[in-house]
C-alpha cells in the first residue's frame, strides 16, 4: 500500500472480529519496522511488551474501563519506555560509528540528559510515539487496523505487567482486523489553524 494511503485510510479501530490473527512473520515484519524509526541520540527508548495471555488481558481490560478492543484485537501491545535508556550502555547506539564519532556524540548526548528528569521522560515519551505511528502505519500497509489508546489506569497495567523501575507506560495498541469501521472523521483542524511561518 503506498504510503499516502495508509495515512488515509488508518482509523483507530475499536471493534475487532476476535478470530483473525496477525501471522508471526507479519508480526515481526512490523515490529522490524518499528525499530527503524527515529530517536533523538538514536537512544530507542522503546520496550514493547506483547500479551498474549488471556487471562492478562481480560485484567488489563478491566483496568482500561471495560474497553473491549483490548480482549477482541488479535494483538495487544503495550507500548513503554525506559527513562534511564540515556545513561544505560549508550555506546550500543553508536556502536557501527567511527571511534572519533563516538567520542563526540557520547559526552554530548551525556550532558544533554544528565540531572534533567523532564527531558528524560520527554524524550521517552517522543521516542515511544514514534515508534507508535510507524507501527500503526507499517500494520495498516499490510492490512491490518490499529487503536492507539490511553484510557487505561497506568498503575494497575504496570503491576499486570511488572514495569521495571524508570520505565513509563506511554500508551496500548491494539492490533487486527476491523470488524467494524470508524465513523467519520470527528473533526480534523484546518492547516491555517495549526501552520504558522516563523512564530506564533
Ligand atoms: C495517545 C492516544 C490515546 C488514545 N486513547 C484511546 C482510548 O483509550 N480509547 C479509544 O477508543 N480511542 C483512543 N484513542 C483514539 C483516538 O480517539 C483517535 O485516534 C482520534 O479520535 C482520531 O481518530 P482516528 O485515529 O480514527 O483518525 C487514542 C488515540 C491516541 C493517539
Not at 487471562?55 to 501491545?77: C, F, H, K, S
Request: glycine letters at 4%.
Amino acid at each position: 500500500m503506498d504510503l499516502f494511503t495508509a495515512i488515509e485510510a488508518r482509523r483507530a479501530i475499536k471493534h475487532y472480529s476476535g478470530n483473525d490473527r496477525v501471522s508471526e512473520v507479519d508480526f515481526e515484519r512490523m515490529m522490524k519496522a518499528v525499530l527503524l524509526s527515529p530517536t533523538s541520540y538514536n537512544i530507542q527508548h522503546w520496550r514493547f511488551v506483547r500479551v498474549t495471555d488471556p487471562q492478562q488481558r481480560v485484567r488489563i481490560q478491566d483496568a482500561a474501563w471495560g474497553q473491549t478492543q483490548i480482549t477482541e484485537a488479535a494483538e495487544l501491545i503495550i507500548l513503554c519506555a525506559d527513562t534511564q535508556a540515556w545513561c544505560d550502555k549508550p555506546q550500543r547506539y553508536w556502536a557501527n560509528t567511527p571511534a572519533e564519532v563516538q567520542s563526540v556524540m557520547l559526552p554530548m548526548l551525556e550532558a544533554f540528559y544528565q540531572g534533567n528528569g523532564q527531558l528524560q521522560r520527554d524524550e521517552a515519551l517522543r521516542s515511544s510515539g514514534m515508534a507508535a505511528q510507524t507501527l500503526m502505519l507499517a500494520a495498516k500497509a499490510m492490512g491490518y487496523d490499529t487503536c492507539p489508546m490511553i484510557g487505561f489506569d497506568s498503575e494497575e497495567v504496570a503491576d499486570i505487567i511488572n514495569l521495571p523501575p524508570g520505565h513509563i507506560i506511554s500508551m496500548i495498541i491494539t492490533l487486527g482486523k476491523a470488524a467494524k469501521a470508524a465513523n467519520p472523521r470527528a473533526g480534523q483542524l484546518p492547516l491555517e489553524e495549526v501552520l504558522f511561518e516563523n512564530s506564533y
